[in-house]
């Protein structure tokens, strides 16, 4: 029997690397609803990116002219060692997921036409644009979005890139994966600065992926014993979820090299708070060259490694710390003196 339309798409999309390929209609649903009612409800905080595009997260035929299908696209950045130490989250260790993953999506893109045998419209997006991935991901049968927000797939976990192609192709759509969470709270409960109001639910101001990576300013002083070492971002309600830990959890094979670029570099993988706050300005952007850690610029990741230092107590850190506290920039010298006083 000859493979249909939906069948071949998904086999290009494998044979690019990725994990997972599924296709779900190009409608958000109530998800855009929701989406709607997480912007009022002020969890966004400074991304006013999100509000200035809902109308185009919410109705994909904007960015792509008479759109039908997505085609969700997942990668797994789970790996073998232990990736708990140091203060970088885990997805930011290795080259930067947007262009890694964008080639291969575009990839995939130029494929539709010769596979449909037609013209055919499409735009692809790895976290670069208004889509709501991971609604189109779980309606795709990738997996279902947990009680941490993050999509869960029954067999790789959560530790997962997306992508989401928008074509004007009919394909055929997959079937939804259901909620496994049950009764289990260990993300909510383990949460260090209680991000999560209610299950399902995130308060991306609270949330330290925010604090460290997209807020501009302080960091509020309420969630900063909280922030405990890390410098960029926060993987604690992935790393105690049981879907992460089961015994047998394995890294899936890598015959195309995908993982290989993601895999963590040697800067980043084990960072030490002494290393980040020598960093210069030229050292900065050497080390930040094609990384997803260049997104919290060097002064917020200063600003981080400062909280970070205070809540290390590590007193070898202490002159480096009153360096900052006496420099010119108020926000890094405010960020000192209360590292300062924890230490002390």
């Not at 499409?122 to 309606?139: I, K, N, Q």
């Not at 992935?238 to 094979?253: D, I």
Request: hydrophobic share 40%.
């Amino acid at each position: 029997m000859t493979p249909s339309l939906t069948e071949r798409v998904k086999a290009v999309g494998r044979g690019l690397g990725f994990d997972r390929v599924g296709i779900s209609p190009a409608d958000p649903g109530r998800a855009a609803e929701r989406f709607r009612g997480w912007l009022d409800h002020g969890y966004a905080g400074e991304m006013q990116w999100l509000e200035a595009r809902v109308e185009d997260r919410c109705d994909p035929t904007r960015l792509v002219s008479g759109a039908r299908s997505v085609v969700s696209v997942a990668c797994s950045y789970a790996a073998d060692e232990d990736v708990t130490a140091g203060g970088i989250s885990r997805y930011a260790r290795g080259d930067d997921y947007h262009e890694v993953l964008g080639d291969r999506l575009r990839a995939l893109g130029e494929a539709l036409a010769p596979l449909a045998g037609t013209a055919v419209r499409a735009r692809g997006y790895v976290d670069t644009g208004p889509v709501l991935e991971r609604h189109f991901a779980a309606s795709a049968g990738l997996g279902w979005i947990g009680k941490n927000t993050c999509l869960i797939d029954p067999e790789l976990g959560s530790w997962l890139f997306l992508g989401a192609l928008i074509t004007d192709l009919a394909l055929d759509s997959d079937t939804p994966e259901p909620d496994h969470c049950g009764t289990c709270r260990a993300c909510l409960d383990a949460c260090p600065t209680d991000a999560f109001p209610e299950p399902y639910v995130l308060d991306a101001t609270r949330c330290l992926a925010y604090t460290t990576i997209e807020l501009g300013g302080a960091i509020p002083e309420a969630l900063r014993e909280g922030q405990g070492e890390r410098v960029f971002g926060c993987d604690v309600c992935q790393e105690v979820c049981p879907w992460n830990t089961r015994s047998g959890r394995g890294v899936p094979a890598d015959p195309l090299g995908l993982r290989t670029r993601l895999a963590p570099r040697a800067d980043w993988n084990r960072a030490s708070l002494g290393w980040i706050l020598a960093l210069d300005e030229s050292e900065w952007q050497r080390v930040t060259r094609r990384s997803a850690v260049r997104r919290a610029r060097h002064r917020g990741l200063l600003r981080n490694a400062l909280v970070a230092a205070g809540n290390s107590g590590d007193p070898v850190l202490r002159p480096v710390v009153e360096r900052f506290a006496r420099g010119d920039d108020a926000l890094l010298a405010e960020h000192a003196r209360w590292a300062l006083d924890r230490l002390a």
